[in-house]
């Protein structure tokens, strides 16, 4: 029997962290390529409005919608999922972007800093799942896309929080996709591990500096993964600069 399938052009996404940077390319492929509404969501309200205008203009429709929330707050969290299915009547995809370093050696890692990446790159993304997980199922499709790195596989002695959290998301991830496998439910969980990306060079016309990518490859690589067969399994995205 074959999965549930819906249109990207009646889809409602929700990218966290969507106001610069990873989260802004994928809020912007999403709208070009004609998604029902992106929802793009952190702290900073004037980025996230900013970023809504320039991508709504640059596709001459309104699509991207911004939304102000702290991933570290629980009821701001809930009520932003909420309030995506609630306006838009479902939460189709979950791009889980938000994501801060904290630069600590192993020897001097501190109480807040750890707290502070741990909250927002793992448990943040926990309790999204979790509050959007309940739509998803109703509406018998979703997706959950992960924005981990290669420090969720490698070890980097300056950021020991920061590989702590990205490995925690994928352990995270396996779970959420054994409880698609036991469940039955038409959900997929995506990875994306990437090297360095160059967040300061965005435009389509700039290069990335050396060793890093530009971040319309990562934009191009989440498009390619959402217009898969449902029946495909794509695990963990691996992209890096030569």
Same mark, same amino acid.
């Given at each position: 029997?074959?999965?549930?399938?819906?249109?990207?052009?009646?889809?409602?996404?929700?990218?966290?962290?969507?106001?610069?940077?990873?989260?802004? =390319?994928?809020?912007?492929?999403?709208?070009?390529?004609?998604?029902?509404?992106?929802?793009?969501?952190?702290?900073?309200?004037?980025?996230?409005?900013?970023?809504?205008?320039?991508?709504?203009?640059?596709?001459?429709?309104?699509?991207?919608?911004?939304?102000?929330?702290?991933?570290?707050?629980?009821?701001?969290?809930?009520?932003?999922?909420?309030?995506?299915?609630?306006?838009?009547?479902?939460?189709?995809?979950?791009?889980?972007?938000?994501?801060?370093?904290?630069?600590?050696?192993?020897?001097?890692?501190?109480?807040?800093?750890? #707290?502070?990446?741990?909250?927002?790159?793992?448990?943040?993304?926990?309790?999204?799942?979790? +509050?959007?997980?309940?739509?998803?199922?109703?509406?018998?499709?979703?997706?959950?896309?992960?924005?981990?790195?290669?420090?969720?596989?490698?070890?980097?002695? #300056?950021?020991?929080?920061?590989?702590?959290?990205?490995?925690?998301?994928?352990?995270?991830?396996?779970?959420?996709? #054994?409880?698609?496998?036991?469940?039955? =439910?038409?959900?997929?969980?995506?990875?994306?591990?990437? %090297?360095?990306?160059?967040?300061?060079?965005? %435009?389509?016309?700039?290069?990335?500096?050396?060793?890093?990518?530009?971040?319309?490859?990562? =934009?191009? +690589?989440?498009?390619?993964?959402?217009?898969?067969?449902?029946?495909?399994?794509?695990? #963990?995205?691996?992209?890096?600069?030569?």
């Amino acid at each position: 029997m074959a999965l549930r399938n819906k249109p990207l052009t009646e889809q409602v996404a929700l990218v966290t962290g969507g106001g610069t940077g990873i989260g802004r =390319a994928f809020a912007g492929v999403l709208a070009e390529s004609r998604a029902r509404a992106v929802v793009i969501a952190s702290r900073r309200e004037d980025v996230l409005r900013q970023t809504a205008d320039e991508l709504n203009a640059r596709t001459g429709a309104e699509r991207v919608y911004p939304y102000a929330f702290d991933i570290r707050d629980l009821a701001q969290t809930d009520a932003l999922v909420n309030h995506v299915a609630a306006r838009f009547g479902a939460v189709d995809v979950l791009v889980n972007n938000s994501g801060l370093a904290v630069a600590e050696s192993v020897e001097g890692i501190t109480e807040a800093g750890w #707290d502070k990446v741990l909250e927002t790159n793992l448990r943040g993304a926990m309790w999204l799942v979790r +509050a959007a997980l309940p739509y998803m199922l109703r509406e018998d499709f979703g997706d959950v896309v992960n924005v981990s790195s290669q420090a969720g596989k490698h070890g980097y002695a #300056d950021v020991p929080s920061y590989c702590a959290s990205k490995f925690g998301l994928l352990g995270y991830a396996e779970s959420l996709r #054994d409880h698609a496998r036991q469940t039955g =439910a038409n959900l997929r969980v995506f990875n994306f591990c990437p %090297g360095l990306i160059d967040v300061d060079h965005t %435009g389509g016309d700039e290069e990335p500096r050396a060793g890093a990518i530009h971040v319309r490859n990562m =934009a191009r +690589a989440l498009l390619f993964t959402l217009s898969l067969d449902r029946e495909v399994i794509l695990e #963990d995205i691996n992209l890096y600069a030569r």
